[in-house]
Each structure stands twice: as C-alpha cells, then as structure tokens.
C-alpha cells in the first residue's frame, strides 16, 4: 500500500492538492484538500449590494463573466428587478462567449496533455498526420510541411534543453496510447488554439469593456446600442460580433470536435473509469426568453439521482432545506457547531485552521483537512459540471441534446452509461461546445433583429434609487459556469450587504467528505483508477482535469487587517 501526494495539482486555477491511497496498482481512497483561504465574503459585507459583481468577478481570472451574472442576479432577484430582453440576450453572448472559450481552451491546454504525448511528435511523420488531418475535417492548415514546421518547432524545444510549456509532464509513460502521428496532430492544434482563444473573448470586449472580467450592471448590461454612434454598439462592433462567432463555429467544428472524435478511440477503456458520484446537479441557464421563464432555459434546471435518467427532480435555490454547506472537514466553525448544515443565506465563514503547517506529510484527514466547504443539495453529494448539464438536458427530454449525444455515441459505438466515466466527462464537454457555439448564434440573430426592430433598451433604472428599497431583502443568482453550478446568495439589510456566500463549482466537486463520511466528486471518482507508475500518477491527473477545477474560485486569499501577503514578480 503506497501514499501518493499530488500537490499542486498542475493546470488547473488555484491551488489543489489530492492524497491517494494505492493497492495492487488502483486506488482504493482519496482524499481532495482546497489549499488556499476563502474570505470574499468577509471582504463584501458592508457593500452597496450593486458593487458586488465587481469583487466576486475577480474570484477567478478564468471564470471572469458567470461571477458578475451571478451577482447582478442575485442583486435583481432581492430586489424584484427585471431587465430588458436585449439585456438578457447580450448576457447570454456573453455567457456563451465564456463557455465555448473555456471549453476549447480546457480541452487543449489543460486536459490535452493528459492523453497526448507530446515528446512522441518527435518521431511522426507529417505526412501521415497530413493524411489523418484531411481524412477527419475540411479544416485548411493541413499540409506536410504544415506539420514538419510544428515539428521543427518542437525539436527545437528539445534541443535546446527545454521544452518550454511543455516542460511539465509524463512524456513516454505506458498510459499515453496515440500514434506520434496523432500526437503530433494535436500538438499543431494545442498551438493554434492558443491564436484563437484570445480572439473570441474580444466579444467581452465589445458588450463588457474588456476581458478578463468585464464590466456588468444590476438592471441590465452597461453598453448601449446605436447603429450610427461612434461610442456605442454600433454596427460595425455588431458585424464584428457575429463574425468572431462564425469563426467559433467554425474552429469547433472542424478542429475541436474532430480531434476530440480522433483521440478518443484510443481510450475507449475510460469510458469504465471515474465515475464517481451517480447524482449530477444543473442549475441551468441561457433563458430564451426572461431568466424568471426557467422553463425556457437552453439548459434545464435540475437534479438526477442514482443515474436514474427517468427522472429530473426540481431544484430551487430559496428552500432553505435544498443546499446546505457543512465544514465537518473543513477549517471553519460555525457557531451552531460543526456538524451543522446551513442554507447560504445563513452561511458563516469564520476560520478555524487546526491542521498542520505546511509543508507536510500528509493531511489530517481524520478531522478537517480543506479550505471548501462541503455542499449538499437534499444531503445528497453532487457533481457538477458539463456532464451534468448535458445529463439532466437528455433526461429532461431536450431533443437538440439528446440527437447530438446520440449520434457520438453512436460513432464512438458506445452506450449511454460510457457517459457516467472520465472519458464521458471528456466528452460531454466538447458536445456541449458544439451546441452552445450554435445557441450563441441563435442569441446574436435575435439581439440583431430586436436593433433592426428600432428596439435598443438594455437597461432598467425602476428600482436603482436605494430608498425604493425594502428594509431588508434576500436573494439567489444561479447560473452554470464552465466548470458548473455556481450561485450567489445575497442579505441586503438598509441598502448594505449584510451576508454574501458564493458556492462555486469547484466547491461542490472538490470539497472534502461531509459529517456523515460521504465522499464528494473529486475523491469518489479516484476510486477504483489505475495506476500503473506511483511516481509518475497521470491517472490521478486524467480523472480530476476532467472535471475542469477552479480552486480560486472555491477558496480566497483574505487578510484580516489588510496586510500585504505576497508579490510574485514577473520577468
């Protein structure tokens, strides 16, 4: 039996560690430990409740955008705010833009690594990858001496002595199954995506002022629309838009998803691997008509337990029965004690950190070992994320879903069940990038028939004045990030905020066991992985990038007094 430490867990945002224990080669517990402290809500108490999209945004430099949705709707929603249909569509570019770049982004530089060998490219043949390149998408840049240049480029990495961004990793290790030619085929396309990615975000750019972190508005979005004024969204930043998304659409299609379809037969065998907890949560998003019409979502709101995909439980974030955060096993107090759950609006966060000091051995898992909470949604632990959010899409009968899944599967000759894996986890993202590349689209027609239709609002200032307010008011912003369910829960007592709690995806996958021992998504889904070289564990790195972690958005660097902590200079 053998301890193995992954810490930090690398290409990932923040900072994650992961203790394994190993029997007979496969893993037999596990344990997932957030390692940096949480405080935003310390930080936003005493807020003017229309500033807080504008500190939790800075949660995380990836997630940037669902943070601010979050929190406006938070906002709106104690506040009984509503926002103009143009708004809601611009939120939705907005959220869409986020997505598909995130998604793409995952999938090359954070994920990729995992399953291509990049050192291998070295000894493939460019004009094997031309071939395979042609034979599976029309995509142009697909020549012999396309992929010799990459290769050069690689060997000059090498020779060099350094291998740059692709100096981290497990090059030649046994579980790494593609041809050098297939390697060497994604290698080309990790670098292409690079170019790309920052192309897209420039819609953030547009609606939102800049990216990361755009700007965003309680009662709207804060840009407004005229064709003819040099200032505004006129019509050449609306042409520019609709051209960066068929350029989306484009790159999905004949790079994104034929390579996702290329790498993944070589790894049907994780389609049995990582399964993990059988209870997925989607909070669901992209209203094709208002946000409070939930059954108009593109993403259905709702719950699935035991794989049951007969059924769809109904989620809301009010009942103060449904989502509860527990700290059995994290370094917090609650003052009703620790074994207590309670509803964000009650949330506390108090530190209590009784672990030992880093650096260290080995967790103290038997008491609390993270810095994330422990969520529950009916007691039950969740997973959140894109497999989710195309589970509880199929099972609730949306037909565009259930085609798209089906016809993969179909290709890949695999059941529905390859799903419930880390390879289904792969997949679940890159199909939902193909559908939300196309919603985005969709958006984008309707907000362009709405200017052409003389309609411009993206704005409402009904209720702006503080003195129209309520005494006191609570409200819930859900959304889904990339990564998953992510809400904001807001306590508005004379026109401050009197308690604000994020629960973030991460927090629902990444948090440690609850009081009852019950692993959440992290740990459960390391049970029963292989892992062939305890020294070099890419197994553990396949099952948990899978899931896409944002530990800076479940845990917050804060300082009580204010006091300088870190700088990290950049040369």
């Known amino acids: ?244 998304i068929n350029e989306a659409i484009t790159f999905v299609e004949q790079v994104y998803i034929p390579d996702l379809l290329a790498v993944a037969p070589f790894y049907l065998d994780w389609a049995s691997v990582g399964g993990g907890l059988p209870n997925y949560l989607c909070y669901g998003d992209l209203p094709t008509k208002s946000y409070a019409e939930i059954d108009s979502f593109k993403f259905p709101r709702g719950a699935i337990l035991d794989r049951n995909l007969a059924e769809v439980h109904e989620v809301n974030g009010r009942d103060a029965e449904e989502i509860k955060e527990y700290v059995a ?16 609006w009650d949330g506390e966060t108090e530190f209590d950190y009784t672990g030992p000091k880093p650096p260290y051995e080995q967790l103290d898992v038997e008491g609390k070992y993270s810095w994330l909470k422990t969520p529950r949604w009916k007691d039950h632990p969740m997973e959140v994320g894109p497999l989710s959010r195309m589970l509880v899409a199929y099972a609730s009968g949306h037909t565009d879903v259930q085609e798209l899944v089906n016809e993969t599967l179909g290709r890949l000759d695999a059941p529905v069940t390859a799903l419930f894996s880390t390879l289904g986890r792969t997949a679940a993202r890159g199909l939902e990038t193909k559908l939300v590349v196309h919603w985005m689209k969709e958006f984008y027609d309707a907000l362009i028939a709405n200017v052409k239709a003389g309609q411009t609002r993206t704005f409402n200032d009904e209720k702006w004045d503080p003195s129209t307010w309520p005494a006191t008011a609570e409200g819930v912003g859900m959304t889904e990030a990339p990564r998953g369910a992510l809400a904001h829960w807001i306590r508005i007592s004379g026109g401050k905020i009197d308690n604000y709690q994020l629960v973030v995806p991460t927090t629902w996958n990444g948090s440690p066991r609850d009081a009852k021992g019950r692993r959440s998504a992290f740990e459960a889904s390391l049970i029963g992985t292989p892992v062939a070289n305890i020294d070099q564990p890419l197994e553990i790195l396949r099952t948990i990038h899978s899931f896409d972690p944002c530990i800076a958005c479940a845990v917050h660097l804060y300082d009580p007094d204010g006091k300088h902590v870190h700088q990290v200079n950049v040369c």
């Open 329 to 344: 096993h994290s370094w917090y107090r609650y003052e009703r004690g620790d074994e207590a759950g309670l509803h964000p």
């Open 1 to 244: 039996m053998a301890r193995i430490v992954v810490d930090p867990v690398t290409r990932i945002e923040g900072h994650l560690r992961i203790e394994a224990t190993v029997e007979d080669g496969v893993i037999t517990d596990a344990y997932s430990a957030g390692t940096m402290v949480r405080g935003f809500e310390k930080i936003l108490k005493g807020r003017d409740p229309r500033d807080a999209w504008a500190f939790t945004e800075r949660a995380c430099g990836v997630c940037t955008t669902v943070h601010a949705l979050a929190s406006v709707r938070t906002v709106e929603d104690a506040l009984g705010i509503s926002v103009p249909r143009n708004a809601e569509l611009i939120r939705n570019l907005m959220f869409c833009t986020q997505m598909v770049q995130d998604h793409v982004v995952h999938f090359y530089h954070l994920h990729a690594l995992d399953w291509v060998d990049v050192v291998s490219c070295l000894s493939a043949d460019p004009k094997e990858t031309s071939r395979i390149a042609k034979s599976i998408s029309p995509w142009p840049k697909t020549s012999p001496a396309y992929f010799a240049a990459v290769q050069n480029r690689l060997k000059t990495f090498v020779e060099s002595g350094q291998l740059g961004i692709f100096a981290n990793g497990y090059w030649g290790h046994p579980a790494y199954k593609l041809p050098a030619e297939v390697n060497l085929l994604a290698v080309a396309h990790y670098l292409e995506a690079l170019e790309w990615q920052k192309e897209l975000v420039k819609i953030h750019a547009i609606f939102g002022g800049k990216n990361p972190h755009p700007n965003y508005l309680v009662g709207g979005v804060p840009c407004s629309i005229n064709t003819e004024e040099v200032g505004t969204i006129n019509t050449e930043r609306l042409n520019h838009v609709g051209s960066l």
